[in-house]
């Protein structure tokens, strides 16, 4: 067979050679695609990772830095929920103390519930709060804030900390609204004197601590 007759074989082991060097760099150039994309999508990872791990790093700092402020405030108003206590004549009752900086007094209403596990009262006094001044804190909030500055504030067990709040700035219909939810409710009211320092959150916490005979009604008729 002449150089001739071989001239198609030639031409066809041409085109096949060329076509698998032309996949065997496309396959080339792919794998460095795919490694050079694998590589930028680690990278982005790792970066939003760390990222992550910086901003989780930084909470505790911000809220050591909320909890500094929010304890700085002044105390202007303060209603403490009491736990429901029974009677010598075997009725159960709950106190609701609304104690008022500004003025250093203190009102006392003792509400008849159901039971110990009765919370009625203690919701609708919250709902009271925080319709009057939505930036209120319940006690719970600020006890935590006190641990996360390493100054822990316990409070007495006979205290609702989760019902009980701070106000900041108290509206003027505070007690129009406060009165209106233990309207009909209230059997008996008692008002008293407050320290006049009794303006942060760590004295009001030590007031309720040292003077429980002012604020349980365990030896109430």
Do not use: C
């Not at 409710?185 to 002012?214: C, F, H, M, Y």
């Amino acid at each position: 067979m002449s150089w001739k007759d071989k001239i198609p074989e030639m031409v066809i082991g041409g085109v096949l050679i060329t076509g698998a060097w032309w996949l065997i760099n496309q396959t080339y150039v792919i794998n460095r695609g795919l490694g050079s994309l694998d590589a930028k999508v680690e990278a982005k990872l790792s970066e939003h990772s760390g990222r992550i791990d910086r901003i989780a790093a930084a909470l505790p700092d911000i809220r050591i830095r909320i909890a500094k402020e929010e304890l700085s405030k002044p105390v202007e108003t303060a209603v403490v929920v009491l736990d429901p206590a029974k009677t010598s004549k075997g009725k159960w009752l709950t106190g609701v103390v609304v104690m008022d900086a500004t003025t250093s007094t203190r009102s006392t209403y003792l509400v008849p519930v159901k039971g110990p596990q009765d919370r009625e009262i203690a919701w609708l006094a919250s709902g009271a709060v925080v319709e009057t001044d939505p930036d209120a804190l319940s006690f719970k909030t600020l006890a935590a804030f006190s641990s996360d500055i390493g100054t822990p504030t316990p409070l007495p067990s006979y205290v609702q900390e989760q019902n009980s709040y701070v106000l900041r700035k108290p509206s003027a219909k505070f007690t129009k609204v406060f009165e209106e939810v233990l309207r009909g409710r209230s059997t008996a009211g008692q008002t008293g004197s407050i320290p006049g320092d009794v303006n942060t959150w760590e004295k009001l916490a030590a007031e309720l601590t040292k003077n429980p005979d002012q604020y349980t009604i365990k030896s109430k008729p």
